[in-house]
Nanobody
Framework: QVQLVESGGGLVQAGGSLRLSCAAS????????MGWFRQVPGKEREFVAA????????YYADSVKGRFTISRDKAKNTVYLQMNSLKPEDTAVYYC?????????????????WGQGTQVTVSS
């Protein structure tokens, strides 16, 4: 089992920055990749960013490219999402996720562990 705990959400004005953290515990050695997803009420959960745990390759949704950066600290078993130039449309609950198997890391299918989510609100 892998436990994921997110932190760092909050309220920020448009153009501002936030950094989300996701601390993993448990069988993290078996994680192939970790990702961030977000969801607003009434909409499906959507992919934001992902990172391959061992090699560090990163992937981003087009809507956040150039503004968000995903990174990981292997020693701390923690993944981060640095969010800059935030827009009101970035407002959502952000979820950290981990997958133990390979496959397309930009798709929600295959992520078998999820955090509880952290609210990010961007005011205009």
């Amino acid at each position: 089992q892998v436990q994921l705990v997110e932190s760092g959400g909050g309220l920020v004005q448009a153009g501002g920055s936030l950094r989300l953290s996701c601390a993993a515990s448990g069988r993290t050695f078996s994680s192939y990749a970790m990702g961030w997803f977000r969801q607003v009420p009434g909409k499906e959960r959507e992919f934001v960013a992902a990172i391959i745990w061992s090699g560090g390759s990163t992937y981003y949704a087009d809507s956040v490219k150039g503004r968000f950066t995903i990174s990981r600290d292997k020693a701390k078993n923690t993944v981060y999402l640095q969010m800059n130039s935030l827009k009101p449309e970035d407002t959502a609950v952000y979820y950290c996720a981990a997958r133990s198997g390979g496959g397309t890391v930009t798709r929600i299918y295959g992520y078998n562990y999820w955090g509880q989510g952290t609210q990010v609100t961007v005011s205009s």
